[in-house]
């Protein structure tokens, strides 16, 4: 009986064809998946400045008092900074913590505005009308948002390029 001694595996051509192969697609695929995360990321950050921004509308007209909005570094008092990547605090007139948002990932300057606060009258419209943006470090094309405050206390998104 005569065995068949073929091994099994690849040649060193095989595999360099399989490797070149495969840079080629990630070359194609990575930035655009990259590009994907800042897109969400921005999206998120939007999403959350939204969120507290609705609930200081809605608590001030709940409670028929104002409710504050500002950037915070520690998370329980307002920092007065207009860089707004520190994290922020939902605060009533009589200083009650309604909520506090932590720090923003990307670092300074990823979400800020003209304001370190906005503040809502009992009936949900603001002292001033203003706009926060958002903008990460690597932004490109329209992944840049501006969340804007009019003076009835309405919110918009705007997509804005970087």
């Known amino acids: 009986m005569v065995k068949d001694e073929r091994q099994k595996g690849f040649t ?3 595999l360099m064809f399989t490797i070149t192969v495969a840079a080629i697609i990630l070359s194609f695929g990575v930035p655009g998946f990259l590009s ?3 897109n969400n990321r921005a999206v998120t950050h939007t999403n959350d400045l939204v969120t507290a921004l609705n609930l200081a509308r809605s608590e001030a007209t709940r409670r028929s008092t104002r409710v504050l909005l500002c950037s915070s ?3 329980s008092t307002c920092s007065g900074s207009d860089d707004w990547s520190t994290g922020w605090v ?5 200083g009650e913590l309604l909520r506090s948002w932590p720090e923003r990932s990307g670092g300074a300057g990823v979400l800020e505005g003209d304001v370190s606060q906005v503040e809502f009258l009992a009936r949900g419209s603001v002292t001033a009308g203003t706009v926060l943006r958002v903008r990460l470090p690597e932004c490109t094309g329209n992944q840049g ?3 804007a405050i009019n ?3 309405r919110i918009s998104v ?3 390029g970087c």
Do not use: S, Y
């Open 158 to 160: 705007t997509r804005v």
């Open 151 to 153: 003076g009835a206390g």
């Open 90 to 94: 939902a605060r009533t007139q009589g």
């Open 36 to 38: 994907l995360i800042d």
């Open 73 to 75: 570094a520690n998370g």
């Open 145 to 147: 948002r501006d969340v």
């Open 12 to 14: 060193l051509l095989e």
